[in-house]
């Protein structure tokens, strides 16, 4: 048995210039293989700061890291070869690439086949044989219920293949590795003390980081330390563990059906601090694992799913990020948000506070705060979480992938600029289904009965997925751009002036068959049936504002276009609050927005302006509004003058 040094590494506080990605030079200890019985330490930190290509897709990360890699890896390949049959074994021995092996795949009637981490290839040309199949189960231990057995003191895993009668007819050798160091790109993260879940498709290196991530806990850290091994795969076969989890304990599970039970009797008889498990993958160890980290142990875990957006879409696993839930709004919260009235929401704090996502072995994307991510993809946003990538000479790079710029204006963006717009060939929305459909980007898909969640939560991220791509503009309710609007007790000169200054996709038009839209008064709409009986009819939206103002109609055209955030007010254009565009009035207007932006909201301090006419008045009072401000309009004449307060 091999006994491996646990030495404490050294942790640097390190400040990083605001406009560099982070490059780590990490820590190199006994960086030799168990086979070649040296080791090599460096206590040095260093930091080697590279260019940034562009400053729009890569942001620089200034935090306090302690980030340490071990490359020190123990295989224990003999004892694995040791249970194959000596044809198979004589060729495995003499195989140059035999140090990077993963897999050994034995199927009856098949050729024997060997899997590398790039390819894989056939050892012979000689099927295997049922005698060889029992040749290998005969040397490993009894298989458990998920079929997997093991090699006891190894960390081998061997899976079995049965037939319908329940005899074995084929096997996997995975060849198992402690790896000591591949945690170092997340050191800093895992001393925190914050729950951390690893994701990452089969094959990744999550069941080799879960143990190392235990190692360094326990023996580094000091922390009582107890792995759940529902398979023996963290911590290998037998009743004693693998040394790789150094003072971390292991407690074994009878079947894969009681692992939620053995995760509550480990917190209720062992005192853990940390609790390690490996493949949730049920809805009792999701509740389980809420249980644990509500009593305040911390959670190492891996799940079933290559991203958090799986986790989410699984109504099984959706418990770990926070549950998953429709929330109905009220109108001035649905207004507010710019949304529809039935949106999704995060219903608990997640039981991971951390989330690791493990696209390659040497590239992960971390999400330090899993509730943040969660609700930016509920609400149709990208979360934009560091990626953190280790080179060939042990360099970690901490930047942020910004998503790319989307072609056309996004669901709650804001408007920079012209619209370039493309008009379908084909008629699309309601037109086309006769069907009238919430406020979206996307044209959505026909539900099934009762399964609106599903349909909620698969348009929470419709705008993500069309990010970067070439997409044609639509309408509200996907109809072919440029919008038709039937406006109903609104001045057409105001409407047209904003659409004119703007630029905006808007075609006002007198005839109600061809609307799209009907944007009317509120006061005239509300007690108009006729006009409610023939929208409905033709199924036509109504859309009705308040007063009829510039910024109210600016508000309400740039709502029904996507291009209204009703939490940051647009930059004011002053050539539409200005009838006449005179020097006077622009000069008041320009004093007005100097005003509101550099006082009143910045320093939330009221701001009374210089003396005006009432017709520039009212001028200034529509431009307030503009920024969702109040004013009023004090003293006498010729000294009237308006007052701006604070939101």
Not at 186 to 194: A, M, S
Not at 640 to 645: A, F, S
């Amino acid at each position: 048995m091999v006994n491996f040094p646990l030495n404490k590494l050294s942790e640097q506080q390190l400040s990083f210039h605001q406009e560099l990605p982070v490059v780590y030079e990490n820590n190199l200890v006994e960086a030799m293989t168990v086979r070649d019985q040296s080791s090599e330490v460096s206590d040095n930190l260093q930091l080697d700061c590279a260019t940034i290509p562009t400053k729009e897709h890569q942001e620089t990360v200034d935090k306090t890291q302690g980030i340490s890699n071990c490359e020190k890896i123990t295989d224990d390949l003999p004892k694995l070869l040791d249970i194959l049959p000596a044809e198979i074994r004589s060729l495995l021995e003499q195989h140059p690439e035999r140090d990077s092996l993963i897999e050994v795949i034995m199927d009856l009637g098949r050729f024997p086949e060997v899997r590398f981490r790039d390819r894989a290839e056939y050892l012979s040309d000689t099927p295997v044989t049922i005698a060889q199949i029992n040749h290998c189960v005969e040397r490993v231990g009894s298989f458990s219920g998920d079929n997997r057995a093991g090699i006891e003191g190894t960390l081998h895993r061997i899976s079995a293949i049965r037939n319908r009668p329940g005899e074995i007819i084929g096997l996997t050798c995975r060849v198992g590795r402690a790896v000591f160091g591949t945690i170092g790109m997340i050191r800093d993260l895992v001393e925190t003390g914050k729950s951390i879940l690893m994701l990452g498709r089969p094959g990744v290196g999550k069941t080799t980081a879960l143990r190392e991530i235990a190692r360094v806990l326990a023996d580094e850290l000091d922390k009582r330390v107890v792995i759940i091994d529902t398979s023996n795969e963290i911590a290998g076969d037998g009743d004693i563990p693998h040394p790789a989890i150094g003072r971390a304990r292991r407690m074994q599970v009878a079947s894969p059906e009681h692992q939620h039970q053995v995760m509550i009797e480990a917190v209720e008889n062992h005192m853990p601090e940390v609790i390690v498990i490996d493949e949730i993958g049920t809805e009792l160890e999701a509740q389980a694992a809420r249980t644990i980290a509500e009593r305040g142990v911390m959670l190492v875990g891996t799940a079933h799913g290559n991203r958090i957006e799986n986790l989410i879409k699984n109504p099984t696993l959706s418990d770990l990020v926070g549950g998953i839930q429709a929330v109905t709004l009220g109108d001035d919260e649905a207004r507010r948000r710019g949304s529809q009235k039935t949106v999704l929401e995060r219903k608990a704090p997640p039981t991971f506070e951390i989330a690791v996502e493990m696209l390659e072995r040497k590239r992960w994307v971390v999400h330090e705060s899993v509730a943040d991510t969660v609700d930016n993809l509920l609400r149709g946003r990208q979360p934009n979480p560091p990626v953190r990538t280790e080179d060939e000479n042990g360099k970690v790079t901490i930047t942020r992938e910004l998503p790319s710029a989307p072609v056309t204006t996004p669901l709650n963006g804001r408007s920079k600029g012209h619209l370039t717009l493309t008009t379908p060939s084909q008629p699309k929305g309601w037109r086309s289904s006769g069907q009238m459909n919430p406020l979206s980007l996307q044209e959505p898909k026909p539900a099934r009965e009762n399964s609106m969640f599903e349909q909620l939560l698969a348009e929470s991220w419709s705008q993500q997925e069309r990010l970067g791509q070439g997409m044609e503009m639509l309408g509200p309710n996907g109809e072919d751009l440029p919008l038709q609007v039937y406006p109903y007790g609104i001045s057409r000169h105001q409407i047209e002036q904003v659409i004119q200054i703007l630029n905006l996709p808007v075609v006002l038009t007198k005839n109600m068959d061809t609307a799209d839209v009907v944007l009317g008064l509120r006061s005239h709409v509300k007690n108009h049936s006729k006009l409610k009986s023939i929208a409905k009819s033709r199924q036509i939206p109504i859309h009705a504002i308040k007063a009829s103002s510039i910024p109210q109609i600016t508000r309400a055209l740039r709502r029904l276009l996507h291009m209204d955030d009703p939490t940051i007010p647009d930059a004011a254009d002053l050539e539409l609050f200005a009838q006449s565009v005179s020097e006077d009035e622009i000069e008041a207007l320009e004093e007005a927005r100097l005003a509101v932006e550099q006082i009143v909201i910045p320093k939330g301090q009221p701001v009374e302006l210089l003396p005006r006419s009432a017709k520039v008045r009212k001028m200034q009072h529509e431009l307030v509004e503009h920024y969702r401000l109040k004013s009023s309009s004090f003293g006498d004449e010729p000294n009237r003058r308006l007052r701006i307060y604070p939101a």
